[in-house]
């Protein structure tokens, strides 16, 4: 493994992950944690949450349905009465489920938009007014290059994550003045268990290392080195932007 940056600005600071038990969320929790952040996260797996809070001493977690902003806000305010108004907000949780366009009906597309969009925004307009009090925060949206590359095989989960943009753009102008920066994390085909285990075949592979510039596939750790980067005070000056990990991948 690598011998990562260390970024002084992040010790202490509170930050808060949806989706941060499995994956790609697991390895931003760890990651935030070696920092020194205080952090905390949420999820809907109580096994995998209980796991991971285990593992690092000292984070928090809540248990809800992120598809419940009623819920969501609830576990939101939980959090910060706890450790105190987030400096980061990273809106990571989303699920890229397969399926047939033909099959698609109103009922799932509106409970895609919800697994995979709406969250973000009430994500946002909760942690925001602690963030202004702060006098500043970063909050990073996690898109996917899939609808970069289009891909196929769920319009609906590229349809969402294609809208991450949008609400990156207009929420960082929404929330500059307050030195609120708002940024999107573009990952590529990232190799978390669940990706190796539905989808991950050889021949699959192969062909993705060929839409790659570089041979190698992702790890998350990746994805979460880019996060702590744009959390971090380096990135002061970094905003309404794409950030992309995905290995050149066309």
């Not at 307009?125 to 963030?131: D, E, V």
């Not at 290059?145 to 196929?152: D, K, L, V």
Request: with cysteine; charged share 20%.
């Amino acid at each position: 493994m690598p011998d990562f940056a260390i970024y002084p600005s992040l010790k202490s600071k509170t930050v808060i992950i949806s989706g941060g038990a499995q994956g790609i969320g697991a390895e931003m929790v760890k990651a935030f944690a070696a920092q020194g952040a205080q952090v905390a996260f949420l999820d809907l797996d109580e096994t995998a949450s209980a796991a991971l809070a285990t593992e690092i001493p000292n984070v928090q977690y809540e248990i809800c349905d992120l598809r419940d902003i009623t819920a969501m806000q609830a576990a939101l305010a939980k959090l910060t009465d706890r450790l105190g108004p987030a400096h980061v907000l990273v809106n990571n949780a989303a699920r890229d489920d397969r399926h047939d366009w033909k099959d698609v009906t109103p009922e799932y597309w509106d409970e895609r938009q919800a697994t995979n969009i709406r969250h973000m925004f009430f994500a946002i307009q909760s942690i925001a007014p602690g963030m202004i009090a702060n006098g500043g925060g970063s909050i990073i949206n996690m898109g996917s290059n899939s609808w970069w590359e289009a891909g196929s095989g769920f319009p609906a989960y590229a349809t969402a994550k294609a809208a991450v943009h949008g609400l990156t753009r207009t929420m960082a102008r929404d929330l500059g003045d307050h030195r609120i920066r708002v940024n999107t994390v573009v990952p590529g085909w990232i190799m978390t268990d669940r990706q190796k285990e539905l989808w991950a075949t050889p021949e699959a592979l192969e062909a993705h290392r060929n839409r790659q510039c570089l041979p190698d596939l992702i790890d998350p750790i990746y994805v979460a080195r880019m996060v702590l980067f744009l959390a971090s005070d380096d990135a002061a000056m970094c905003s309404a932007n794409n950030y992309m990990v995905e290995a050149g991948s066309i």
